[in-house]
């Protein structure tokens, strides 16, 4: 069984700062891209960034030079710094990350539950 679990979403106000944390647990043998994704209201999941287990780096063109995404692999752990948010930033923040899993060393994305991001005066 393996989950991921985020943590670190709120209220904020524009041009805050909010830091996200999702940390893997289970039987995990290896992990390999992590990322995370955002679906506001009435719109599409949209991929806002992801992260090699090399730690390079991609970042959609609306969180450049505003998000930052990181790992400690000691820890299963992704994080997303997010500055100079604003209003347009307001969804649901999912992680996601393709591992490997269990003795067959089964591959699988999985996903967290989400954690709400509201910028917001």
């Known amino acids: 069984q393996v989950q991921l679990v985020e943590s670190g979403g709120g209220l904020v106000q524009p041009g805050g700062s909010l830091r996200l944390s999702c940390a893997a647990s289970g039987s995990i043998f290896s992990i390999y891209d992590m990322g995370w994704y955002r679906q506001a209201p009435g719109k599409q999941r949209e991929l806002v960034t992801t992260?090699?287990?090399?730690?390079?780096?991609n970042y959609a063109d609306f969180v450049k030079g505003r998000f930052t995404i990181s790992r400690d692999n000691a820890k299963n752990t992704v994080y997303l710094q997010m500055n100079s948010l604003n209003p347009d930033d307001t969804a649901v923040y999912y992680c996601?990350?393709?591992?490997?899993?269990?003795?067959?060393?089964?591959?699988?994305?999985?996903w967290g539950q989400g954690t709400q991001v509201t910028v917001s005066s």
């Open positions: 996601n990350a393709d591992l490997t899993y269990g003795s067959s060393r089964s591959f699988q994305r999985y």
């Open positions: 992260i090699t287990s090399a730690g390079s780096t």
